[in-house]
């Protein structure tokens, strides 16, 4: 082989394996980022239509939404009447479309809503009319955001709700559906001498109870999101993916909404901030999540900071 040969036969190989580099890449990026629709509810509330064509165009090709819906229990919408006031906005659910209209608009735009946030009281008693609505829209996953305050006073009632737990996953598996359960900031601290959150993990079946960690809820609780993720493999299907501006801790066992709000200002785009994103999201791929979204709540300009945090999150 003459010196011609050897070089031509090197260009070759090194841009063989440049492909295969490119390929590794492309295969560890994330190809699939949602976002939670609580970042921007002014705009969906404005003009659902509108928010969807934003954000598509931005590069998000799932969505998760948030209740109540037409069909969420009486208590659950009552109980969003009453805050709305004090939050300036009043849109949730499909934002005064049809099921159908939506699952419009997001086929239009090449995007699907793989999960919906809804209420306690919904899930125990319209599972049917959430699985009736999932048969339009598409979405597999229906998410609790929070539990009732009063039915975690103590370690017996994070009891009672692993056994609630498997009997509403258990009717979501019949209908075709997932129940998931979403982090907030309490029960990351031991109680009567064992973690709360723990205990719902330990006393939920596998097959009908999934986890999505809200990761700024997490360290703000005092909690290892990589810690928890490598702990528990399997479990968690979903993510809420946030960063912060500093370490912050909330002022208390983060139980109650003041606390939360006192929080807000510490939220920060993807990258902006203190959070491992880059080490979180490796767990949670390496744990089996399926499902990433980019959650900002009530984020000024969202056309800037989702899409910096889209932007971000995609190189991951």
């Known amino acids: 082989m003459d010196r011609r040969q050897f070089l031509a036969m090197s260009a070759v190989a090194a841009a063989a394996g440049s492909a295969g580099l490119d390929l590794v890449l492309r295969r560890r990026t994330l190809d699939k980022v949602g976002v939670q629709l609580f970042s921007l509810p002014r705009v969906m509330e404005k003009d659902f239509r509108a928010g969807i064509a934003m954000l598509a165009g931005m590069g998000y090709t799932e969505v998760e939404l948030y209740g109540p819906f037409p069909f969420s229990a009486p208590e659950a919408i009552a109980g969003w009447n009453a805050v709305t006031p004090q939050l300036g906005f009043s849109g949730s659910g499909f934002f005064g479309l049809t099921p159908q209209q939506v699952r419009a608009t997001l086929d239009q735009h090449g995007m699907t809503a793989p999960s919906v946030h809804t209420d306690w009281a919904t899930l125990q008693t319209g599972m049917g009319r959430l699985a009736d609505a999932a048969q339009v829209v598409g979405y597999t996953y229906v998410g ?85 993720l490598k702990a528990n493999p399997g ?19 983060g139980g109650n909404s003041n606390q939360w709000i006192e929080m807000f200002p510490y939220m920060t785009t993807a990258g902006d901030g203190v959070m491992a994103l880059p080490a979180i999201i490796s767990a949670a791929r390496d744990s089996g999540m399926t499902h990433f979204f980019v959650e900002q709540d009530l984020v000024a300009n969202p056309e800037v900071a989702l899409k910096r945090s889209l932007d971000y999150v995609r190189k991951l």
């Open 235 to 253: 479990r968690y299907h979903l993510m809420h993916v946030k960063d912060m501006k500093e370490k912050k801790r909330f002022s208390g066992d």
């Open 144 to 228: 609790l955001p929070s539990i009732p305050d009063a039915l975690r006073a103590n370690l017996d009632g994070y009891k009672r709700m692993a056994d609630a737990f498997n009997k509403v996953g258990a009717e979501a598996k019949r209908l075709g559906l997932k129940f998931a359960y979403h982090n907030h900031g309490y029960g990351l601290v031991p109680m009567e001498g064992q973690v709360p959150l723990e205990l719902l993990l330990k006393n939920t079946d596998p097959s009908l109870v999934f986890f999505e960690m809200d990761i700024y809820w997490t360290v703000s609780g005092g909690a290892d999101p990589v810690a928890l």
